[in-house]
């Protein structure tokens, strides 16, 4: 039984780009959650999605979007991207009501 | 504002002996607690976890209490072993209106377990 798949595992961009990072959630799970989780610090919430749509919003920026498919894999997009947004992105993913969140090994991502 | 307080970043023990973590929230919303434990390169991984209803949990060599009116849980690890070294994260579970649920993680505290 797989777990929660992110990728890519590193990623290097420059400052104004954009990037996508992706994860597909442990089977049996339809909702996901994206946290970013930056040096010294503990995961911070971005946003959920459940049933393709964005169930809820953490203090993040526009800048930060995302999509989950029909499948319940899931993107997260940052546009204009700037020096602080250096850190790990984590992917959870949950089933139903359940409040127990199983996360991925994550995208570690540099911005020059 | 920081609802969930990690206040130790670093804990040292000998092999065999408790290892105690710490954890102070500040949200009385918390409903649903848990540990992760995190390897370099690696997501958290989960631990063992405290409904608000209960007081202690324990599975094998793992036991987290919850004392709700001193907002304060704690695990224990006993004994502690090498392989125990690692980042421990605590988390408070909030649900929201409508379904879903967002964790609030502390700093971490760095467990070594020395020989």
């Known amino acids: 039984d797989a777990g929660v798949t992110q990728s890519p595992t590193h990623l290097i961009k420059t400052r104004g780009q954009q990037v996508t990072l992706r994860c597909s959630p442990k089977?049996?799970?339809?909702?996901v959650s994206w946290y970013q989780q930056a040096l010294g610090q503990g995961p911070q919430f971005i946003f959920q999605y459940y049933e393709e749509e964005e169930r809820q919003r953490g203090n993040f920026p526009d800048r930060f979007s995302g999509h989950q498919f029909p499948n319940y894999s899931s993107e997260l997009n940052v546009n204009a991207l700037l020096l602080g947004d250096s850190a790990l992105y984590l992917c959870a993913s949950s089933s139903g009501t359940e409040e127990l969140l199983f996360f991925g090994s994550g995208t570690q991502l540099s911005v020059l | 504002d920081q609802q969930v307080k990690q206040n130790s970043p670093s804990l040292s023990v000998q092999e065999g002996r408790i290892s105690i973590l710490n954890c102070d929230y500040t949200?009385?919303?918390?409903?649903?607690f848990l540990w992760y434990k995190k390897y370099p390169a690696e997501g958290p991984t989960f631990l063992i976890s405290?409904?608000?209803?209960?007081d202690k949990n324990e599975d094998g060599r793992f036991t987290v209490f919850l004392n709700k009116s001193a907002k304060h849980l704690s695990l224990h690890i006993v004994p502690s072993q090498p392989g125990d070294s690692a980042v421990y994260f605590c988390?408070?579970?909030?649900?929201?209106?409508?379904?879903?649920?967002?964790?609030?993680f502390g700093t971490g505290t760095q467990l070594k377990v020395e020989l």
């Open positions: 988390a408070a579970s909030a649900r929201f209106t409508g379904g879903g649920n967002k964790l609030t």
């Open positions: 089977s049996g799970h339809d909702t």
């Open positions: 949200n009385s919303m918390f409903d649903y």
């Open positions: 405290i409904s608000s209803i209960k």
